[in-house]
């Protein structure tokens, strides 16, 4: 059970620090109109808040040589964000996924295409926006599978493309538990019918199927203890068929229900006591050395890990030595009930 949940524990971590890297630690958006600039004045005041950014974002494509790649466009100014992994605190410029790259065969100063959606009136009729712009640099590409992977560009680059009513803050707090407290004191100092956005709101879908996924996995790997539990009362229950006559004995000498009860209760929690202290011993020492040394590999070119990691939280291993103890305690008092029943005479008689 602990093996179980530390592999649990350990995708999720890894995917949760995959995603919540390129999350944004907080987004607001603007209303239509609002002035971007006094907003971003406002929220740099805020006690706590680190820098802040004003983005533009929007869907596109980025062209090369009749070679084609939907995007998500991200306009930014200043320093390249924390978002982008590899390039962040970067120059301004176009900046791609190093997979784009490799792919294409790009590197620094090749001219690249990006196109918006958005038309353009001309005699012709509409036309898509088009901006030619060397490439600045890459930056580590999400190793999940995104429909549409970002790409880094100046923000007045990407207001020439997509307009500027999508502007947005991009804030960043010290630290993502930070952020959460940092979100609360934001609303004063922002336009009315601004949306203030953690990381938790940005990813709520994907942390709920993770909290469901590990709560499934502890139920059912839980009946496995549950099973071992009732193997409990049968090797106990077998005690008992097998000591009726010593029992019965026991009674007679003037051992009273309680005492035999108490006496069982002991046996069961002495076996259980053990089977807990080896089995946890065995269960967070196998995890950490299979984390470790990385003992089971998978293919990094299916998964985005190339090892199983095992992650070992104490509040599951709290849960799980609570709940064997739980059930082994039950199991105990159950066998234990029975014996105390006994009635001496009876018992004596077999």
Known sequence: MILSLAVISGFQSALRSELLGRTPQIEVELPPGADAAAARTAVARV???????????????????????????????GKVPGTFPGAAGGREGLYVPGTLAA???????????????????????????????????????????????PVALPRAVAESLLGTADRRLDVEADGIDAALEVAGRLSPALPAGSRVLTWKDLNRPLLFALRLEKLVMFVAVSLIVL?????????????ISSKRPEIGMLGTLGATPAALRQAFVLLGGLVAGSGVLVGTVLGVGGAWVMDHYRLLQVPGRVYFLDYVPFLVQPGDLIVVLLLTLALALASSLYAAQRAAALDPVEALRR
């Open 103 to 149: 792919r294409w065969g790009l590197k620094a100063g090749d001219s690249l295409e990006v196109v918006s959606p958005r038309p353009t009136l001309t005699p012709l009729g509409p036309q898509p926006r088009v901006r030619s712009i060397p490439l600045a640099g890459t930056y580590t590409g999400a190793r999940t599978q995104e429909e549409k992977e």
């Open 227 to 239: 099973v071992a539990s009732l193997a409990l009362v049968a090797d106990l229950a077998l005690i």
């Open 47 to 77: 006690p706590g808040v680190v820098s802040v950014q004003i983005q533009v974002r929007g869907g596109g494509w980025v062209v090369q040589r009749g070679k084609v790649q939907p995007v998500e466009l991200v306009g930014f100014d």
